[in-house]
């Protein structure tokens, strides 16, 4: 059974930078696409960044993008959320996911992905 375990959340102020890290285990990581979501207060969970097998391709959420920097280790199973700039709107419990290869996903939603952490609160407040 595939687990993930997320760590690295935290309470940071606006402008700071957190990094956030998914160690898997009980899988053929190098086998799984990796992503990241996040939920917020009365929000639901949504896509934040997705990184292929390989780690060449990396797509994020337009609110994200340029300051968020996904990554993985295939030699250490772990999954990384490099975060800078942080906003007060990134407030959120930040949910690491592993998603078996299949055609006709897009790895952009919750359903795409069979393995989930118990996420990491990040807040980000002054």
């Known amino acids: 059974q595939v687990q993930l375990v997320e760590s690295g959340g935290g309470l940071v102020q606006p402008g700071d930078s957190l990094k956030l890290s998914c160690a898997v285990s009980?899988?053929?990581?190098?086998?799984?696409?990796m992503g990241w979501f996040r939920q917020g207060p009365g929000k639901e969970r949504e896509f934040v960044s997705t990184?292929?097998?390989?780690?060449?391709?990396?797509f994020y959420a337009d609110s994200v993008r340029g300051r968020f920097t996904i990554s993985r280790d295939n030699a250490s199973n772990t999954a990384s959320l490099q975060m800078h700039s942080l906003k007060s709107e990134d407030t959120a419990v930040y949910f690491c996911?592993?998603?078996?290869?299949?055609?006709?996903?897009?790895?952009?939603?919750?359903?795409?992905?069979?393995?989930w952490g118990q996420g990491t609160q990040v807040t980000v407040s002054s």
């Open positions: 990184i292929s097998t390989d780690g060449v391709r990396r």
């Open positions: 996911a592993a998603g078996n290869l299949a055609s006709g996903k897009n790895y952009r939603s919750t359903k795409d992905y069979e393995y």
């Open positions: 009980g899988g053929a990581f190098s086998s799984l696409r």
